[in-house]
T-cell receptor
């Protein structure tokens, strides 16, 4: 079964410093990986995805993620954090039933990012 | 373009009452998903539809929950009777045909007292 793990419940960084939010995955076949962000009292917003191609994927709001097949990781990164980046971040993987795309996304438990001034 | 539209945004109801949550997917999207978010269990997929047909409802917690999609632009999630443990945020999401990214609505925040 497909799964993702976000090992950190919370990440704290100072404004202006680089940030990393970690995600590891377990899939059969090629992984389709996603990052979403949820601001307080809002829905999930799509940030970026990896389907194929370059291992470094660029997304919205200056975020990027690095796909690492050998480490089965897809960490979210940003070179310089902003206070406004404080939110809940979810990693997700597309579910398959072995041979076909079910269309579902399986989400990690989420990581709260706190950026302090 | 309008995103996924959910209503109501907030609902407080008494235990035993019927709750109906509504969703309008993004125009042209043919897959629709209902997710539930709680502190204890995170994001759980309840059910999803392709072309208005329920494909997988294995995440629906019990018979008190039902979902319908009578046409391409409307879906409902109904809880009858509601219980306090149903208190959660319910998200609707949609996806284009053969697409990979799903887009979420703002959620319906349900409190059952």
């Amino acid at each position: 079964a497909q799964s993702v793990a976000q090992p950190e419940d919370q990440v704290n960084v100072a404004e202006g410093n680089p940030l990393t939010v970690k995600c590891t995955y377990s899939v059969s076949g090629n992984p389709y990986l996603f990052w979403y962000v949820q601001y307080p009292n809002r829905g999930l917003q799509f940030l970026l995805k990896y389907i194929t191609g370059d291992n470094l994927v660029k997304g919205s709001y200056g975020f990027e993620a690095e796909f690492n097949k050998s480490q089965t990781s897809f960490h979210l990164k940003k070179p310089s954090a902003l206070v406004s980046d404080s939110a809940l971040y979810f990693c997700a993987v597309r579910d398959t039933d072995g041979s076909s795309n079910t269309g579902k996304l399986i989400f990690g438990q989420g990581t709260t990012l706190q950026v302090k001034p | 373009d309008a995103g996924v539209i959910q209503s109501p945004r907030h609902e407080v109801t008494e235990m035993g009452q019927e709750v109906t949550l509504r969703c309008k997917p993004i125009s042209g999207h043919n897959s629709l998903f209902w997710y539930r978010q709680t502190m204890m269990r995170g994001l759980e997929l309840l059910i999803y539809f392709n072309n208005n047909v329920p494909i997988d409802d294995s995440g629906m917690p019990e018979d008190r929950f039902s979902a319908k999609m009578p046409n391409a632009s409307f879906s409902t999630l109904k809880i009858q009777p509601s219980e306090p443990r149903d208190s959660a945020v319910y998200f609707c999401a949609s996806r284009i045909p053969s697409g990979n990214t799903i887009y979420f609505g703002e959620g319906s925040w349900l409190t059952v007292v």
